[in-house]
């Protein structure tokens, strides 16, 4: 296959990843807005947003690293995402997918954050560096039950490539990670929960007590890539969730198979929009310290489960 | 309650004891004697809360009245002590030491009155009003209407209306006439 | 013209910004803000309707306005469900609602905040006080006409009014940004120095650099 049409391939992949990370971001506003008892705004806020956000006639920029700020999510989110097999053997969605791919992926979950912390620095605002210090911190924290959750899957399946790990979960539901490994999925789903940043965990943006933390000076355009990022990475979280743990999609129709991704990533986003919608907010030393705890310990006896027994 | 008054009777230049509720009372002290009464006050009637420190301007007798509002959760009672201080080159002795949160007060009655109070911290500095430059706002022969004009921008075509008259034109022409009215109890 | 007139020129547009200190002077741009030239019109048209329909409102509550602010979030009137969303930072917020009466510490505080926000921006001005001064026009510290200091596009008068007049409020701004009727930020900076010296004229303790960027 020509290096052209894999690109093309993957821009469509981007695209549809893009829209449906945002549509379910709207279709959560929505939901949470029933639970408040409200009516809510349309499921297609979010693109207006982003319309809005590059519609701007001017954009205050405070130097070069607050321009690459943005960039480096973004490129994070791409990243991210390009690397993960969306769809099972579909040639259009399964991206650049290759061995050990799982490994490049975790790299590139970080990476973003990262480069969104010296972007968000450099605008000056007190609130950035405080934001940016709780969510690096929670997100070294959540990463210790998911990598050892990762590990035990790479233990068990004996590879680093996301495809193979698909392809091991083929036939039928009870050879999914689910059932095969529960340890590793709950230590997995609970440092999801602080992957998404819902209501226990929203320590990072904590609209309430430092608006909306890192991204409080960017602007216009900075902000409207920003949305971007967020509907493409949280998408890109979903998928890789769905290809480790759920079985991935897969389908000879390629439009059946995009079906089963999009319940499939709904159905795990709404594990966290269920208890986000139900408890409060955590602090960050509570935060930290309930991942380091509790799903930490899971994750180990899952790692010792598929070793040893 | 009665012990109070008569110790400060007895000990202190207290005048115009004045009982105006059950919870509420009135006296009148001179300058000099301000601290060792807020002192009796607090530490020996209980009356350990300091309510607010307010001033009125008395400019008919040339005097700033000062009024120390002091609330005693023992006794359940308000305590007010009235204190006169000529108006010109305002000058009072700071409580700060007594009740540490006075020296705001302190600070908003140097800026709204011009009252000075030496010693207490950061009299100085401005409250609410920044870059004042103006006599202090709330002393009485400050015109704030010709303050505002000659400052803000009026918008023309302004006009006011005497709300009872206007609400009886508007709303409610035949209110006198209503049996409330004709009641003649109220 | 010769290079130097140029040169005069060019220093006679920049600001002075001589609230600042010396050392405070590097620290700001010194630069006018300029007006923006519109773009094509159908992107303009465009762009119209997506600014119309995602207005983000600066949570920043000027006098007793400010407590009509509340009720719109919550579940009685849902404000949200307008596309319309509080935003607490004045760069990522396109609305700016002054509630009520603006004192002059306040009047500095809303004339940074408007100048930090990105444009296009919209002011409405809500209640009598800011229309003609409401019940303080006599007062010695609020301002009366509001208009004199930063560009309005829509009044809601009214001694509080309520939250569904504040809700008609922002359906009247639709229909005017729609129809491109709204714009504020360039009348601001065509006008910019009538409105600094209206507002230098009552900030007596101008500390800040003359446009705030």
């Known amino acids: 296959m020509s290096i052209i049409t894999k690109i093309l391939y993957a821009i469509i992949s981007v695209i549809v990843a893009t829209i449906w990370g945002l549509t379910l971001g709207g279709i959560v506003r929505k939901l949470y807005a029933r639970v408040h008892g409200r009516y809510g705004p349309p499921f297609w806020q979010p693109f207006i947003d982003i319309f809005k956000n590059h519609g701007k006639r001017v954009a205050i920029s405070h130097g070069y690293m607050f321009y690459l700020g943005p960039v480096f999510r973004l490129a994070g989110g791409l990243g991210t995402y390009l690397f993960i097999p969306v769809i099972f053997g579909s040639v259009v969605f399964s991206n650049f997918s290759m061995a050990g ?21 450099e605008g000056g605002h007190p609130y950035s560096p405080i934001g940016v210090a709780r969510g690096l911190s929670q997100m070294s924290s959540f990463e210790v039950p998911f990598s050892l959750s990762v590990i035990a899957i790479a233990i068990q399946y004996h590879t680093l490539n996301i495809t193979d790990i698909v392809a091991a979960q083929q ?9 095969t490994n529960p340890l590793a999925v709950i230590a997995a789903m609970i440092s999801m929960l602080g992957m998404n940043m819902h209501s226990p965990f929203s320590i990072v943006l904590a609209p309430q007590e430092i608006p909306i933390g890192p991204p409080i000076e960017m602007n216009s355009s900075f902000l409207a890539t920003l949305q971007t990022n967020r509907g493409l990475f949280g998408a890109a979280k979903l998928v890789l969730f769905m290809n480790l743990y759920f079985g991935g999609a897969a389908h ?56 040893y027994f | 309650m009665k012990d109070i008054l008569t110790n400060l009777e007895q000990n202190f230049a207290v005048s115009n004891i004045e009982k105006k509720r059950d919870d509420l009372y009135f006296i009148n002290v001179e300058k000099k004697q301000i601290i060792s009464v807020l002192t009796y006050l607090k530490d020996y009637a209980e009356f350990t809360h300091l309510a607010f420190l ?39 002795i700071s409580i700060h030491k007594l009740w540490k949160h006075a020296w705001q007060y302190q600070r908003e009655l140097k800026e709204m009155f011009g009252i000075n109070f030496p ?25 704030t209407l ?5 400052t803000f921008y009026q918008r023309p075509g302004r006009s006011t209306n005497d709300p009872k008259k206007y609400m009886e034109k508007k709303l409610y022409k035949d209110f006198a006439k209503s049996p409330v009215i004709a009641r003649k109890d109220g | 013209m010769n290079k130097k007139d140029i040169k005069n020129i060019e220093k006679e547009m920049k600001l002075a910004n001589e609230g600042l200190t010396e050392k405070e002077r590097t620290l700001f741009s010194d630069a006018r803000p300029s007006k923006v030239d519109l773009q094509n019109k159908y992107f303009e048209k465009f762009f119209n309707w997506a600014r119309s329909q995602s207005l983000w409102f600066l949570g920043y509550g000027t006098g007793c306005g400010a407590i009509e602010l509340r009720p719109l979030m919550t579940s009685r009137f849902d404000i949200f469900r307008y596309g319309i969303a509080p935003r607490p930072s004045p760069r990522q917020s396109s609305v ?4 009520g009466y603006a004192s002059i510490k306040t009047i500095k505080r809303i004339v940074r905040s408007y100048e930090q926000m990105q444009g296009p921006k919209f002011v409405i001005a809500l209640g009598s006080c800011t229309i003609n001064g409401g019940m303080y026009y006599d007062s010695y510290y609020t301002i009366n006409r509001l208009d004199h200091y930063i560009p309005v596009d829509i009044y809601v008068a009214g001694c509080m009014p309520r939250p569904e007049a504040l809700i008609a409020g922002f359906q009247k701004l639709k229909k005017m940004i729609i ?16 409105y600094k010296k209206n507002q230098k004229k009552i900030i007596k303790d101008w500390n800040m650099p003359d446009y705030n960027w």
Request: aromatic share 16%.
């Open chain 3, 96 to 99: 700016f609602i002054i509630g």
């Open chain 1, 101 to 121: 791919d799982l490994l490049l992926v975790m790299y590139f979950v970080f990476f973003g954050q990262l480069g969104m912390a010296l972007g968000a620095g």
């Open chain 2, 119 to 143: 010693d207490s911290p950061r009299v100085d500095e401005s409250f609410v009003l920044e870059g004042w430059e103006e006599m202090p706002p709330m002393r009485r022969d400050f015109d």
């Open chain 3, 179 to 194: 129809a491109g009727k709204c714009d504020g930020m360039n009348k601001y900076a065509e006008n910019f120095d009538w």
């Open chain 1, 171 to 179: 036939g039928g539901i009870l050879n999914w990670t689910l059932f």
């Open chain 1, 252 to 307: 000879p129709n390629i439009f059946v198979a995009l079906l089963i991704m999009i319940a499939k990533t709904f159905l795990i986003y709404m594990f966290s929009v269920f208890v986000g919608a139900a408890f409060p907010r955590f602090r960050p030393e509570q935060s930290i310290r309930f991942f380091l705890k509790w799903p930490t310990l899971i994750g180990i006896a899952s790692i010792i489960l598929v070793a």
């Open chain 2, 54 to 92: 307010q001033a009125v301007d008395r400019i008919e007798e040339n005097q700033f009245q000062l009024t120390y509002m002091l609330y005693s959760f023992q006794h359940k009672t308000n305590f007010a002590v009235r204190v006169l201080i000529k108006r010109d080159n305002a000058e009072m």
């Open chain 2, 146 to 150: 010709e303050y505002s004009t000659k």
